[in-house]
């Protein structure tokens, strides 16, 4: 006796993109400028073809299409207006693509997804932010917002590291932020004798910097094991768990918090993340991307 035949399964119906939810489109934009910020990496102004994606909040990422090779996350370094400024490095296929775009390309955005830095819940505080090495970029909004509205903080703290002199960004800018009421500390791992700096990890600056402890909040991104370390130093000066906020990076694909790709525990991040409270988060940033 044989069974009953079983049919083939009906295809899924494929969507058009005048079907797809709005975020899983990209929103064409043109690049306006390029911008060499090191040997690697890169910084694009985005102005759009047509409407814009929604305005971003600080902390927040887009995902940036190259046609024809692939997307990307990318935090949003900068922009208003419907302009975008986004800082990338040169580490794949896609990012290569994208560095490569001269003023004139076509790129597409979706976005902005995910989480804030959430500035403005430090007024009256000490604001500590500290980046180590492409961290900087997510960060750079942090310092601009706090620097717009300088007299809703107390000090603004800017403590940067990287890997060697060359691999430092936005350095022509550290002069315009010290001249608006930021202090800003740059430390790097290595240097040859022309770096008349500091040499050593960014988690010295913390122990040396000047803020008060239980009046500070603190703003931090970088690699996974930097953020560690500058939390626990963070911690060890007495700055509150929860006063301590952390951007954190898993393999981002669809933006929306429904592929699992950045699956970090319980977090899906490109939904319930990229920006949380170190309070959250201090168990979940000791597991290792497989």
Same mark, same amino acid.
């Given at each position: ?9 009906? /295809? ?8 797809? /939810? ?5 929103? /064409? ?20 073809? +047509? ?7 600080p902390g927040q990422f887009t995902m940036l299409y190259a046609f024809g090779v692939g997307e990307v996350p990318i935090s949003i370094s900068g922009g208003d207006g ?9 580490? !794949? ?5 994208? $560095? ?25 505080? #000490? ?69 008349? !700096?500091?040499? !050593? ?19 931090? $991104? ?17 700055? +509150? ?12 694909? $669809?933006?929306?918090?429904? $592929? ?22 201090? #168990? ?7």
């Open positions: 006796m044989t069974g009953p035949s079983l049919a083939a399964p009906a /295809p899924r119906p494929t969507m058009t993109p005048a079907e797809m /939810p709005p975020t899983m489109v990209p929103t /064409p934009y043109r690049v306006v400028d390029r911008r060499e910020e090191t040997y690697d990496t890169v910084t694009l102004t985005l102005e759009p073809v +047509a409407a814009p994606i929604p305005a971003y909040r419907g302009t975008l400024v986004q800082t990338l490095r040169a580490v !794949g296929a896609v990012t290569r693509a994208l $560095c490569a775009a001269e003023p004139g390309a076509t790129i597409g955005v979706r976005g902005p997804f995910g989480t804030e830095w959430d500035v403005p819940s430090a007024a009256g505080r #000490d604001v500590i932010i500290v980046a180590g090495g492409i961290g900087l970029a997510p960060l750079r909004p942090v310092v601009l917002a706090a620097l717009a509205d300088r007299s809703r903080f107390r000090r603004v703290g800017v403590l940067i590291g990287a890997r060697t002199p060359r691999d430092l960004l936005f350095t022509d800018q550290f002069a315009g932020w010290r001249a608006r009421g930021a202090e800003v500390a740059v430390t790097v791992d290595q240097a040859d004798t022309e770096w008349l !700096g500091d040499v !050593g990890l960014v988690t010295a600056l913390v122990d040396h910097a000047e803020f008060d402890p239980g009046g500070a909040a603190a703003f931090v $991104c970088g690699p996974e094991v930097m953020m560690r370390f500058t939390a626990r130093s963070l911690r060890r000066r007495g700055v +509150a768990a929860d006063r301590i906020r952390v951007s954190l990076e898993r393999n981002m694909k $669809c933006g929306v918090g429904l $592929c699992g790709h950045c699956q970090l525990g319980p977090l899906l991040l490109c939904r319930d993340g990229p920006v949380r409270s170190y309070a959250d988060i201090a #168990d979940l940033i000791v597991v290792k991307e497989l």
